[in-house]
Every structure is written in C-alpha cells, then in structure tokens.
C-alpha cells in the first residue's frame, strides 16, 4: 500500500517570501501521478499543481512549482511571492498510474500561515 | 458551471437515526468517491464508484454504504451513525480514473 508523509504539520512565511512545504511517498510502482491540493478556511479542495511520475520536468503553476525526486520518493512544493490567500491547509496526494479506484491516498497536512 | 454538490452542507444527528448525504456532479464523470477528513490524519477514501450499479469499498468503508442508480448521483449512507462517524466528508468525480479530481464542498457531520 501507498503511503503519503508530510512532516511538517505547520508553517508560516511572510509576505512576499518563498517556502517550501516537503511531501514523501512510498510506492512500488513506477508510474504514478502525485498532487498537491490547498485547503482554505472555506474548507474546499483545490488543486494546486499535478505531476506524472513519468515526466522529468518538474511541473509549475504560475507563483508555485514542485520539486519532483523520483528516486528519493520526494515531492515537494515551493511557493514564492507569497500571499494571504495562500494561508490554508496544504495536502500531497498520490495515485496509481492505472486510476485504480480513482483513489487518491494523502499526507496528513500541512498548515500554512503567510504574515504580513 | 462545472460543479459538485453536497446536500447538507451541515447535519447534527444522534446516534443511530439513519441519514443520507447527497452527492451530484454535472460534469458527466464516471468516476466518483467519498472520503472523509479527520485532523491529523488527511482524507481517506470510504467508498468509489467506476460507473452506475458499479460500486466497492475504499479504505474505511464500515458503518457506511452508497448507491450508484444514476451517473450523476452518488449518495452515502449511514445507517445507525455512530459518533466515531463525525467527521468532515467530501465527494469527489472525475472522467477517468487517472483524471484531476474535482471535490464537493464538504459536509460537516456531528454525530451525538
């Protein structure tokens, strides 16, 4: 079984400053999809960036990009210029490359706070 | 627009009264799920389902059962809640099984 770790339960960044939220899998599988969602206040789910496990490039969404290791099993995601908006709760997620279930397995969170 | 729904958007029950909370995608999906969120411990799949009549247990599927009659709904049940069932549960669908995920709004379920 798939298992998703974030060991950063909190974080906090100020405004306009860069960080980097850590996620690590483990997975016998080679192929594979890995993601990160944002979770605001408002408690819904929203994509923020994907990655195919079979791509070298490392995937980016305007302000925020992946560090994607494959052999590390390390996927971590870095956010610059940040602001507010960006405070909410940050989840990886991993799923099979077969879509088996639709289900996505995730990391227990990371919460991050921007100050001014 | 492209959207889940979730019906209700908050429910306060007891222990045993059956409830059921509504899930519905417009988006023609044939993959949906449900999960729930408990803090500390991220979100886990209760139950999927790959098409209508079409549907198997995720990771934590006890003390809860779904129906897939139609394409676009995809009800969760609780039977005889239990308060170990409070919790935060979204709905997902997606097209194909290795498509983006597009979640539901959430329900927020407190069980006395």
Redesign the interface.
Known sequence: AQTVTQSQPEMSVQEAETVTLSCTYDTSENNYYLFWYKQPPSRQMILVIRQEAYKQQNATENRFSVNFQKAAKSFSLKISDSQLGDTAMYFCAFMNHDGTASKLTFGTGTRLQVTL | EAQVTQNPRYLITVTGKKLTVTCSQNMNHE???W?RQDP??????IY?S?NVEVT?K??VPEGYKVSRKEKRNFPLILESPSPNQTS?Y?C?S?Y??????Y?G??T?LTVL
Do not use: E, I, K, N
């Not at chain 2, 500390?40 to 799949?45: A, E, N, T």
């Not at chain 2, 194909?96 to 995920?101: A, N, R, S, V």
């Open positions: 993959y949906m799920s999960y500390g411990l991220g979100l886990r799949q999927y790959m198997d995720g990771d935060l979204f997902a997606t194909g099984g290795q498509d983006t995920q979640f709004p959430g927020r």
